[in-house]
């Protein structure tokens, strides 16, 4: 069987067997965390954090220290500075996230062009999942422990604090801790995709399948599962169809995660394109009756 | 009896050295049922916020039945129904989800509901008669509906005050009047309950106090008393059309 074959051949590589598993588990944290990103219509501030990380990554390599050390810093960093910002001017925020992210940009780029011969700049922007190490795949896995673990015992703070944070603070919860957790976790989540997509990309990693899942359902709990098995599943197929086409295996995974989002928005049963005609078609025709 | 639960002593609030609200001073008993009425941007909404603990007095200081704003929240004291525009209809939650927020307070870390959560929030929802459609999500109800999900979370919360931010705005008329009729009983099991509001018609019919606000407390007190021409006109600035229609309401 071609089908067989075709799903059977990559894994006779154990560099395959390594990107296909790591892209997984990429994809299951950076799913579960875009959900809250979607919620909270932190999309910009996801893509913010994910280029601000750049500088803190170079950083750490130089010192030799963890990655995701570097990342977290001045991933958190940056949204201080977005937060300073906008405090002290009259600049509009999305004006300040613009300025700031790709100010932090520019210095890793500067960084890195200086330090050559530690640090691939290719590697950095668009990932290197077939070449990933096992130390990066160890820091890949704390990671994604971290995150899942703090998801799952704070998701029910989470989803108020997105939600309503009004109420989240007239019971007492302590709303700038679970903000400091998401954007750390997102600082986080950026450094595990950047092995696999890239900084470029991975914005997509952590917004796309939150999308996808919100266009699909009405409960959390059935949104969450709903990005996760899309995260995975378009981790896994873009890891085996850049592999066959001998293609970018970052773009291939994003452009998976992209078709099914656009699958979603046309043919999901509630709140897709075809349905939503539908109904205003039914509604216009009831109005001629009428 | 007749306690005082929301003391306000002479708090000033200010927004960028601009004042919002000037020394303003108020004491409720338990039992009440007060408006706050006011213009848009005479101060409700912060009057609301600082009870809530969300902007800080430069000057006074608030208690809820004696407690600090921040040992009154941690006790679940003070239960909020916000204004239908603040919240985000298309979330996914459902009624039963909405609803078992208000009871967060009362959990543990995981938030995981014991049995008198859930009992709680059932019967809340009965009140409000939403225990049909706690399923739902809150983006497919009405009006209404939408209005009584949150005021069943804040029912669960249990507090002993509850703000509610232009509670009828947008609402059916069963809506308005179960919420006044369980506003009613509310405040005949000791809870205090302050409605900010520019619908003056309705606050005649069920408020035992009333407060006028225009940047700082201009009157408060039994409603037959507080609502003169003179205090209405100061609170709405003497403008005109407002003032006369708001003395038609009244009348």
Known sequence: MDLIQWFAAPL?????????????????????????MTLKGWALMGDAVSHAVMPGVVIAYVLNI??????????????????????????????????????????????????????????????????????????????????????AILQKDLILFCFDSTHARSIGLNITFLYYVLLSLLSLAAVAGLQTVGIILVVAMLVTPGATAYLLSDRFDHMLLIAMASGVFSSVMGTYISY?????????IVVVQTLLFLAAMIFAPKHG?????????????????? | ??????????????????????????QLKAGTICGLVGMNGAGKSTLFKAIMGFVKPVSGKILINGLTIRQAQKSNLVAYVPQSEEVDWNFPVSVYDVVMMGRYGYMNLLRVPRSCDKKAVRDSLERVEMWQMRDRPIGELSGGQKKRTF??????????????????????IKTEKMMITLLVELSQTERTILISTHDLASITTFC??????????????????????????????GAVGDFSSAKRQVN
């Open chain 2, 1 to 26: 009896m007749n306690s005082v639960s929301i003391d306000i002593e002479n708090v000033t609030v200010t927004y960028h050295s601009k004042v919002a609200l000037h020394q303003a001073a108020l």
């Open chain 1, 244 to 252: 066959h086409i001998d293609g970018s295996t970052g773009g291939c």
């Open chain 1, 273 to 290: 394109l075809l349905v939503r005609s539908r109904n205003s078609q039914t509604v216009s025709e009831s109005d001629a009756n009428q």
């Open chain 1, 66 to 151: 963890p990655l995701a050390v570097g990342a977290f810093v001045f991933g958190v960093g940056s949204v201080i500075a977005i937060g300073f910002i906008k405090s002290k001017t009259r600049i509009k925020e999305d004006t300040v996230i613009g300025l700031v992210f790709t100010g932090f940009f520019a210095l890793g780029l500067v960084l890195v062009s200086k330090i050559k011969s530690s640090v691939d700049l290719t590697h950095i922007l668009f990932g290197n999942i077939l070449g990933i190490s096992d130390a990066d795949i160890t820091q890949t896995v704390i990671i994604s422990a971290i995150t899942l673990v703090t998801l």
């Open chain 1, 12 to 36: 006779q590589h154990g560099f395959m067997i390594k990107a296909i598993l790591v892209s997984a588990l990429v994809g299951v944290v950076c799913s579960a965390l875009s959900c809250y």
């Open chain 2, 208 to 237: 035992d106090q009333v407060v006028l606000i225009n940047r700082s407390i201009l009157a408060y007190g039994k409603t037959s008393e507080v609502f003169t021409e003179e205090n209405l006109s100061r609170t709405f600035g």
């Open chain 2, 151 to 172: 005021f069943a979370r804040a029912l669960a919360q249990q507090g002993t005050v509850l703000l509610l931010d232009e509670p009828f705005a947008g609402v059916d």
